[in-house]
């Protein structure tokens, strides 16, 4: 089983938190971001993790990855392709042509791989995209009559789905991703006329890691819960 992770992310929002690595490898917890899911990746079977990265960046990552398990496979983009386009030239990689995990390589999602993997084959989708309902930034403000402010109330998770960033590709939809820009607003629209893209619920751990405070807030979460660091 293959995965393709997109992980050309510069960290400019990190700064010095970065400590000039790419965001797929800056420090969380005494190991490098990617390796997380990496390592979720390995038990759920996956032997082969393909990396689009930025040229001259790949022998980076074989370093920095090698040792989880699954083989490190570097694509190095000569330019920047995008998010679709990044998929489809990593995906030149494959060993196999069936169906492929992708994904953002800056986060921290617990989704359960396998299952998701399981749940796209027994559809027929084209792709099954993960979907989560983030907790909320905000609170909410209760109004009355006359704007008359009658309450605040603090809400965990927002009301609606979120894309998580991570996929499930059939072969054939691999070759529809553009060869630059993003899949979904090309071929993701396509799929959705077609009835072929299928969503899988995820409620567990989704965190981003954009910023200083967010990278803080992930390394703590892994220091609280060493089952990530196995």
């Known amino acids: 089983m293959e995965a393709i992770v997109l992980a050309g992310g510069k960290a400019e929002r990190l700064g010095d938190a970065a400590g000039g690595k790419p965001k797929s490898l800056v420090d969380v917890a005494g190991k490098p971001l990617l390796a997380y899911q990496v390592g979720r990746l390995a038990q759920a079977g996956v032997d082969r993790v393909i990396v689009s990265c930025a040229l001259g960046q790949g022998d980076?990552?074989?370093?920095?990855?090698?040792?989880?398990?699954?083989?490190i496979v570097p694509a190095e983009e000569p330019e920047r392709l995008g998010r679709g386009g990044g998929i489809k030239f990593a995906a030149r990689q494959r060993k196999d042509t069936g169906?492929?995990?992708?994904?953002?390589g800056d986060e921290l999602?617990?989704?359960d791989f396998g299952a998701l993997f399981t749940r796209h084959q027994s559809t027929g989708a084209?792709?099954?995209i993960a979907v989560a309902r983030p907790k909320s930034q905000f609170g909410l403000v209760d109004l009355g009559d006359d704007d008359v402010v009658t309450g605040f109330r603090e809400v965990a998770n927002v009301p609606y789905?979120?894309?998580c960033g991570i996929y499930v590709f059939s072969g054939e939809t691999i070759?529809?991703?553009p060869d630059k820009g993003d899949h979904e607003t090309t071929t993701f629209p396509e799929l959705v006329s077609e009835r072929k893209l299928r969503a899988y619920r995820h409620d567990g751990v989704w965190l981003t890691v954009n910023t200083p405070k967010e990278l803080r807030t992930a390394g703590d979460y892994v220091a609280e819960h060493p089952e990530w660091l196995a």
């Open 109 to 111: 999602v617990a989704v």
């Open 99 to 104: 169906d492929i995990f992708a994904m953002n």
């Open 126 to 128: 084209g792709a099954t």
């Open 161 to 163: 789905w979120v894309n």
């Open 60 to 71: 980076l990552f074989v370093e920095e990855l090698s040792s989880i398990g699954p083989e």
């Open 175 to 177: 070759e529809r991703l």
